[in-house]
């Protein structure tokens, strides 16, 4: 039976099997390869999206867990790199290699949404669940910082909660989350 998904402000039906991995429909099915594989064990955080404004593992989440929920990706985080998360992470230049930096920032972007400004601790809890395999950690509590700089700027006002942008594809993005697909 066909799964309905709303995923970055879009529907999609999928027939897949209902306990397969959310993930693995973003990827192997939707063709949308920004959201990362890593461990698959809820582990490392490569996977991370938004499900109704959560920070979640979409490697260990049913996709029947997420139908009727809003789903937000890397793709839809902004239209076009505006979300000042994406905005920081461009300006502090955090990607080493790239491969974590989609799960990064979606778990960064779902801090900010709750903490405008959290602190050095609150940012090392928020984000301890992100493995960085470069060690981009020290680039990535400064990007937070920046982030909540630049949303508490009048002028820079994009949203934090994760828009319902077009899909620009991460891979396209100098901040994407790199890697292989
Ligand atoms: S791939 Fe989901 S937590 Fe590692
Ligand atoms: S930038 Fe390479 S794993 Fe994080």
Not at 33 to 62: N, Q, W
Not at 70 to 99: F, M, N
Not at 132 to 160: D, F, M, N
Request: aromatic share 2%; with cysteine; proline share 6%.
């Amino acid at each position: 039976m066909a799964i309905q998904l709303n995923i970055n402000g879009k529907r999609h039906s999928v027939d897949v099997p209902p306990n397969m991995p959310l993930l693995w429909v973003l990827r192997d099915t939707l063709g949308m390869t920004g959201t990362k594989f890593g461990c698959g064990m809820s582990l490392c955080g490569a996977c991370t999206v938004h499900i109704d404004g959560e920070a979640t593992r979409s490697c260990v989440t049913p996709v029947s867990a997420a139908a009727g929920k809003k789903i937000t990706t890397i793709e839809g985080l902004s239209a076009d790199r505006s979300h000042p998360v994406q905005r920081a992470w461009i300006e502090v230049d955090v990607p080493q290699c790239g491969y974590c930096q989609s799960g990064q920032i979606m778990t960064a972007a779902s801090l900010l949404a709750k903490n405008p400004k959290p602190s050095d601790p609150e940012i090392d809890e928020a984000m301890k669940g992100n493995i960085c395999r470069c060690g981009t950690y020290q680039r990535i509590r400064e990007a937070v910082h920046r982030a909540a700089e630049l949303h508490a700027a009048p002028a820079k006002s994009a949203e934090l909660g994760g828009a319902n942008g077009a899909e620009e594809a991460a891979d396209r993005q100098p901040v994407n989350a790199g890697g292989a697909a």
